[in-house]
């Protein structure tokens, strides 16, 4: 028998606050035809004054158990994947399990920034194959706006807030391609290059810190990596392009998201994009497309859905999945 992690359940949740580019001509010397042209971002949501990271995955994550039928007495495990908790610690995973109202299971954080969603499905679905867990949510959620440094044009207009999760389920497969579920995963970090995205702040240093960014050098790893680690995990599950239903990128910038799919060889039709209405939302925004692709109606039981992220470290991989 093999066991496959389902996703049973998905939703989202945005931030009443809606930015357009056009805000940040106050701010700093830019355009709203500069942010759109480079990175395809049109608006952002940025969470309100006392709104937390965990705020919004708790808000999420009732979302996606009320789309699977499901109450919190269903989960064994909460995986918040964030780089901005609400503190150094308790970990936001265990104040989304306070605030769902679950006493039972146990619950912990990920760290991987852009890459955090898909590190934290390939560790949860790691927990159901080896039986440690039957149903796990998934979540990602950033409140990014409180790292931003308000005079640096090249990264304040970048990102957003939001938090999308997902609940998967071990079920039974076939071991084929045709289970519905997680099919594969590949991993990568590369230490050398933690200079290039960081923020410079943290216990250390007795602040939180502002993202700092090289964003040609960025650019050009993730050209290069994301198509690399999808093939890579279509490969391992005996998959190629030609099977790709949906390809569900990491939301950071358009001109990323074309040229990978281009080396992917998949046309931008086969492709989620969200990035134009919620920026970079870092390890949230690949469970806000995969919410929104559903509820758009282009993502549909049985589809092949790849996702690929990278982000600080570097750290980078890809999951591919059949929804
Ligand atoms: N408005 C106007 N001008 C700007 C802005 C802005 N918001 N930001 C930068 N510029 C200027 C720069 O100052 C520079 O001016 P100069 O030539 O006078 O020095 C000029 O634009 C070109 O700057 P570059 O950084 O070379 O511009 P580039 O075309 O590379 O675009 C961008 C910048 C959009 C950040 C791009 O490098 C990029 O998308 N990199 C990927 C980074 C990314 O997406 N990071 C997110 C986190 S990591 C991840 O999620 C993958």
């Not at 931030?15 to 940040?24: G, K, L, T």
């Not at 619950?107 to 679905?125: E, K, R, S």
């Not at 005996?238 to 390809?247: A, M, R, S, V």
Request: aromatic residues 6%; proline residues 3%.
């Amino acid at each position: 028998m093999t066991v496959r992690s389902v996703v049973c359940g998905v939703g989202h949740y945005l931030p009443e606050r809606v930015v357009p580019n056009a805000e940040f001509e106050a701010i700093v010397e830019t355009s709203d035809e500069w942010i759109r042209s480079r990175t395809g971002i049109e608006t952002r949501h940025f969470a309100a004054e006392g709104q937390t990271t965990s705020d919004l995955a708790i808000r999420a994550a009732q979302a996606a158990l009320d789309a699977g039928g499901f109450t919190p007495a269903d989960i064994d495990a909460v995986v918040v994947a964030t780089s901005t908790p609400d503190l150094t610690f308790p970990s936001t995973a265990t104040m989304v399990q306070a605030g769902l109202g679950m006493a039972q299971g146990f619950a912990f954080d990920l760290q991987a920034v852009c890459a955090g969603f898909v590190y934290a499905l390939t560790t949860a679905d790691a927990l159901i194959v080896a039986g440690r867990a039957r149903r796990v949510l998934v979540i990602g959620a950033e409140t990014f706006s409180r790292l931003l440094d308000w005079n640096d044009r090249a990264t304040c207009v970048l990102f957003g807030d939001g938090a999308g999760a997902l609940v998967l389920e071990a079920q039974e497969g076939t071991g084929t391609t045709a289970d519905r579920g997680i099919l594969s995963a590949d991993l990568h970090s590369d230490g050398r290059f933690r200079d290039i995205l960081y923020a410079d702040g943290g216990p250390s240093t007795g602040e939180t810190g502002h993202v700092r960014m090289h964003g040609r050098e960025v650019f050009r790893h993730a050209v290069e990596k994301l198509a690399q680690t999808a093939h890579t995990a279509l490969e391992q599950a005996g998959l190629g392009p030609q099977d790709i239903d949906w390809i569900v990128p990491h939301q950071a910038n358009l001109r990323i998201i074309a040229a990978t799919a281009q080396r992917m060889q998949v046309p931008m039709e086969r492709v989620i994009l969200t990035v134009a209405e919620h920026g970079n939302t870092s390890a949230a925004s690949i469970p806000l497309a995969l919410s929104i692709g559903v509820a758009r109606g282009q993502i549909r039981p049985g589809d092949l859905v790849v996702t690929e992220a990278i982000g600080g470290g570097l750290a980078w991989g890809s999951v591919v999945l059949r929804w």
